[in-house]
């Protein structure tokens, strides 16, 4: 699976731990959740710093016994950049996505998620991860479904900006 998108999923479910439900409701509901994570790793042979920030919006649909069926959750004005912490060089780039979840009667999410993840300019071409990535995550396991749309490994495109 993609680098980007496992970092896209962690930061979904980091925020769906602090973004609460009502317990039953008829209309959908709405909140927003401030996004400001920072995480390291070091897979593309350098340690990366990722640092996403912005809001999301979340809306959320109940059944009639009050559980959550499904919710989206958008991110219109987030941003992320990348800093490789051995040189200090970054690159930041908008982070506008879309994903829709539903809650799946085994435990399980299956969350798409659609649009630009990410585009980044470097090596004389730009690096683009968008369209639409379905994935099912149950008890800590993600599992990619599909992906269809143009993408860029993610430590190439951050080798040719920053490394």
Not at 61 to 75: E, I, K, M, P
Not at 80 to 97: E, I, K, P
Not at 115 to 132: E, S
Request: glycine share 8%; charged share 20%.
């Amino acid at each position: 699976m993609r680098r980007s998108l496992a970092l896209l999923i962690t930061a979904v479910v980091a925020a769906l731990a602090v973004a609460t439900a009502a317990t039953h409701a008829a209309a959908p509901e709405r909140e927003w959740v401030t996004l400001d994570d920072t995480f390291t790793w070091d897979d593309c042979g350098f340690v990366v710093e990722e640092h996403a920030t912005g809001s999301l919006h979340f809306i959320s649909w109940f059944d009639d016994s009050g559980a959550r069926t499904r919710q989206l959750v958008a991110a219109p004005r987030a941003k992320v950049t990348w800093t490789n912490r051995a040189t200090g060089a970054s690159v930041s780039t908008a982070n506008s996505y879309v994903a829709h979840k539903r809650d799946n009667p085994d435990g399980s999410v299956t969350i798409a998620f659609t649009g630009l993840v990410f585009a980044l300019p470097g090596g004389g071409r730009a690096y683009v991860d968008a369209g639409r990535a379905v994935i099912v995550f149950m008890n800590g396991n993600v599992e990619l479904l599909s992906s269809v749309g143009p993408s860029a490994e993610l430590c190439e495109a951050l080798e040719a900006t920053i490394g």
